[in-house]
C-alpha cells in the first residue's frame, strides 16, 4: 500500500519550524514559493537569518545609460549578477555606506534616506542641514546654500548644494536593521570635514554629535551594545548612544592602546566576542595607487589594552570598504574562503580625485600575502574608474 503526502497540507507550525532551520536567504524565498500555505505561514521578512555573504554592486558600466534603473549586484555564492530595479541610486545622489542590508543616499536637496535593494522599503534619516555645525540652510543662496562653522566655533564658511552632497559624509553605519519595527535603530555618520561622529535615533529629526569623540573617525562598527570608533594610530572609543542617558549626552570612555604606525586605512570588524583591527597598506604613485598588504590585529587586555597581531582567520572571511565591515563564516557559504579578506575601493573618493588605473578591489589572501582580482570585475565592463565605486552589501529580506 502506497501513502501520498500532501505537502502542501503540513501544518502551519510545522512548516515554520522547517523554515527556522533554512541560513540562506536564496533557500528560504524558495521555499515559499513552493505553494500558497507554505508562503502564508511563514515571514516575508525573516529575522532568524544570519549575515549574508555580502554582494558586489557595480557602478554603471560604460555602455550603460546612465539614468537606467537597473543596477548590478554579483552574488559570490552561485556566480551570477542580479540585475534589480533601483532608480534611487541614480547619478544625482550620492552613496554613503551599507549596513545589515541597506544603502544610504544623499541628495543635492538636504534630503537623506536608506533603502533596502530587496525589498524596496525606504526610510528618511534626518536631513542634512540638521547637522549641529551647519548654521543655516537657504535654498535661494545658489552656490552658498549652507553656512557652517569650525570646530571652534569662531569661523563660518559656506557650501553649495552639491559639495555638500558629495563631501560632508564618509560612511554611516546603523546599529540594527532599519526595518525592525520592534527595535529602535541607530545610524552613526563620520563627518568628513571635521572628523566628528554623529548619530540620530529611529524617527528622530536631527543629528546629534558625540561629544569628545572627534578624532576616533577612521571606521566605525556596531560591537556589543555600543559603536566602537577608531583613530588613525589604533585608539577606541567606545559611544554608547543606545543607552538612557540623563544629561542628554551619550556616554564616551576610550581603550588607549599602544600606537599603530603605519598603514594607510583603518577598519574595525566584529567577530563574535572579538573586535578586530584591519590595517590597509596602499602603493601610492602620481595619481595612481593599489593595495599591497593588510594587517589584522585583534583586541586584547594583556598588561593594559594591547592590538595583537592575528596571522591567521582559519574559517573566517572579512569584507571591507565603504560597507559597514563584516566577518563571514566561510564554509557556511559556496563561493567563499577562509582566511581571506576582500575589500572595495573607498580610498579614491576622498584622497585622489582624477586618479587614473581601475578601482582598487580584490581579495587578500592572509596567509600567502597575495591579491588576487575578483573574477566578476574585468576589464570587459569595466576599464576604468566609474563612480560611485562598487561597494559591499549583504543583502536582507527585512
Known amino acids: 500500500m502506497t501513502t501520498t503526502v500532501d505537502w502542501s497540507e503540513l501544518q502551519p507550525e510545522l512548516i515554520e519550524s522547517i523554515a527556522h532551520k533554512l541560513k540562506i536567504h536564496k533557500d528560504y524565498?524558495?521555499?515559499?514559493?513552493?505553494?500558497?500555505?507554505?508562503?502564508?505561514s511563514t515571514s516575508k521578512t525573516p529575522k532568524h537569518l544570519p549575515c549574508q555573504l555580502p554582494w558586489l554592486m557595480f557602478p554603471h558600466s560604460s555602455n550603460q545609460n546612465q539614468q537606467s534603473h537597473l543596477r548590478l549586484f554579483f552574488s559570490l555564492s552561485d556566480d551570477k549578477i542580479y540585475r534589480i530595479s533601483l532608480p534611487e541610486a541614480s547619478t544625482i545622489r550620492r552613496r554613503c555606506g551599507s549596513s545589515h542590508g541597506w544603502l544610504v543616499y544623499l541628495e543635492e536637496t538636504p534630503g537623506v534616506f536608506v533603502i533596502n535593494p530587496l525589498t524596496r522599503v525606504k526610510h528618511h534619516l534626518p536631513p542634512l542641514c540638521s547637522f549641529p555645525n551647519v548654521v543655516n540652510f537657504s535654498v535661494y543662496n545658489v552656490g552658498r546654500e549652507y553656512t557652517l562653522k569650525t570646530v571652534e566655533g569662531d569661523v563660518y564658511y559656506t557650501c553649495s548644494l552639491k559639495e555638500m552632497r558629495n563631501s560632508f559624509i564618509k560612511k554611516v553605519v546603523f546599529s540594527s536593521s532599519p526595518s525592525d519595527e520592534d527595535l529602535d535603530y541607530y545610524a552613526l555618520a563620520i563627518v568628513n570635514q571635521t572628523g566628528d561622529l554623529a548619530y540620530c535615533r529611529k524617527g528622530g529629526d536631527v543629528w546629534r554629535f558625540v561629544d569628545d569623540a572627534q578624532l576616533c573617525c577612521e571606521d566605525v562598527v556596531f560591537h556589543k551594545g555600543c559603536f566602537y570608533a577608531v583613530s588613525k594610530y589604533g585608539t577606541i572609543a567606545v559611544c554608547d548612544i543606545c543607552g538612557d542617558f540623563s544629561n542628554g549626552v551619550p556616554n564616551v570612555s576610550f581603550i588607549h592602546t599602544q600606537l599603530q604606525v603605519g598603514g594607510d586605512m583603518q577598519y574595525l570588524v566584529s567577530l563574535g566576542d572579538e573586535l578586530l583591527l584591519v590595517t590597509r597598506y596602499l602603493e601610492l604613485g602620481f595619481h595612481a595607487y593599489k593595495t599591497t598588504e593588510f594587517r589584522v590585529f585583534k583586541l586584547v587586555l594583556k598588561d593594559g589594552w594591547m592590538w595583537k597581531s592575528v596571522l591567521e582567520?582559519?574559517?573566517?572571511?572579512?569584507?571591507?570598504?565603504?560597507?559597514?565591515?563584516?566577518?563571514?563564516?566561510?564554509?557556511?557559504?559556496e563561493g567563499c574562503k577562509g582566511n581571506k579578506i576582500y575589500f572595495t575601493d573607498d580610498y579614491s573618493e576622498w584622497n585622489y580625485d582624477g586618479a587614473n588605473g581601475d578601482h582598487d578591489l580584490g581579495v587578500y589572501d592572509l596567509e600567502g600575502g597575495s591579491v588576487a582580482a575578483l573574477p566578476c570585475y574585468t576589464r570587459k565592463f569595466y576599464n576604468g574608474r566609474r563612480w560611485p565605486p562598487p561597494i559591499w552589501i549583504t543583502p536582507s529580506l527585512h
Do not use: T
Open 29 to 40: 524565498i524558495h521555499f515559499r514559493s513552493v505553494c500558497w500555505n507554505w508562503r502564508k
Open 313 to 333: 582567520l582559519d574559517d573566517w572571511a572579512l569584507f571591507v570598504g565603504e560597507n559597514s565591515s563584516v566577518a563571514i563564516r566561510a564554509s557556511d557559504f
